[in-house]
Structure formats: structure tokens, C-alpha cells
């Protein structure tokens, strides 16, 4: 429950930092991932990004079965981690610790 506290601003702050960038931006989100993945440097940085990514997904389908559900359960937050990989797993906090331990609605204090 604690952790909304931390994730909740921190996810607004960087969707809406995220959604200014995308508006701003000259060229998609594809061409701004191929043109990362055309140098050796960025690449390794883009490789080490969604390893991590890979972790929090199999965390969110770990915690999503624990809490009695199905890996279908976490689908939303998984897609969303493979296109905007940090937003996936801070929303599945926010929305899982409001939640409580078995989907029952816990009120913020």
C-alpha cells in the first residue's frame, strides 16, 4: 500500500512528461527506437531497458497469480510495459496496491 504513495506521482509526472515528448516529437516512436537501436552504445542500453522490463512482467504475472487471478489479469500492464516500459509496471502498483491483497478496494488513508 505504501508504495502508491511513491508510484502514484511518479507515474503521473512521467506520463505526462511522455505524452508532451511524443507530441513534440519530429519523427513515430518507431523510428525513434530503430534510430536507437542503430548504434552499439544505444542498443546495449535499449537490451538492458527491457531486461529489466522482462523482470517487472514476470513480477506483475508472479503477484497477479498470487493474488488469485489468471496472467490474463496483468495483460493490460504488460502490454503497456512493452511499449512504454515503466508506465506498465507503476500503473499495475498504483492500481494492485489500491486494490489490496485480493482485489478487495483498500481506501487511501
Do not use: H
Not at 43 to 67: G, K, P
Not at 78 to 96: A, D, E, N
Amino acid at each position: 500500500m505504501k508504495g502508491v504513495y511513491v508510484a502514484l506521482p511518479v507515474l503521473l509526472i512521467f506520463s505526462l512528461y511522455t505524452g508532451w515528448t511524443l507530441l513534440m516529437a519530429e519523427q513515430s516512436l518507431f523510428a525513434f527506437g530503430l534510430e536507437l537501436m542503430s548504434r552499439p552504445d544505444t542498443t546495449q542500453v535499449v537490451i538492458d531497458l527491457y531486461l529489466m522490463a522482462a523482470l517487472a512482467c514476470l513480477w506483475m504475472i508472479n503477484d497477479t497469480r498470487s493474488r488469485g487471478g489468471s496472467w490474463l489479469g496483468a495483460l493490460p500492464y504488460l502490454l503497456l510495459t512493452l511499449i512504454f516500459v515503466s508506465i506498465g509496471p507503476l500503473l499495475y502498483i498504483v492500481v494492485k496496491g489500491v486494490a489490496g491483497p485480493r482485489g478487495q478496494y483498500i481506501p487511501l488513508r
